[in-house]
């Protein structure tokens, strides 16, 4: 199995729409020191994070659900007052956020697409999966 950078993966996967400054806290006037990152599933789906941490691609980095959210504007609220480490939502609720002076950063955005914008999840060429059926098992 090749291993790329956590960062390298968060970024491809478009693992969420936002972080929170500080890792957590909810001023982001401080960091938190951890190799868990807490976060909120959807029920029914496999978040991309979930699907990296069961390939390895987080290595080190552990995942702790804290429950599934209800919608993705109340996963960055949880997110940007330091109930969990990392969230995402449309780009509309991350804006209304970011305008509010609340401590998130968006990340990489990861809804919605037109001729312009295209949104994907990339593989390397020696990877096995080469289509969502691959995924199986």
Known sequence: ????????????????????????????????????????????????AELAAELGY???LKLE?????TSGPQDIQSAASGQIDFGGAFNGAVVKLAA?????????????????????FYVTRSSLLRSPRDLIG
């Open 65 to 69: 659900w804290v429950g599934n959210t």
């Open 58 to 60: 987080l290595e080190d």
């Open 1 to 48: 199995m090749h291993h790329i950078s956590r960062r390298g993966f968060l970024a491809l996967s478009g693992l969420s729409a936002l972080a929170v400054a500080g890792c957590g806290t909810a001023s982001g006037s401080g960091t938190r020191n951890t190799t868990t990152l807490r976060y909120q599933g959807w029920a029914g789906q496999v978040t991309p």
């Open 100 to 120: 509010r002076k609340a401590p998130v950063k968006a990340v990489i955005s990861y809804y919605g697409s037109d001729k312009a914008a295209y949104n994907g």
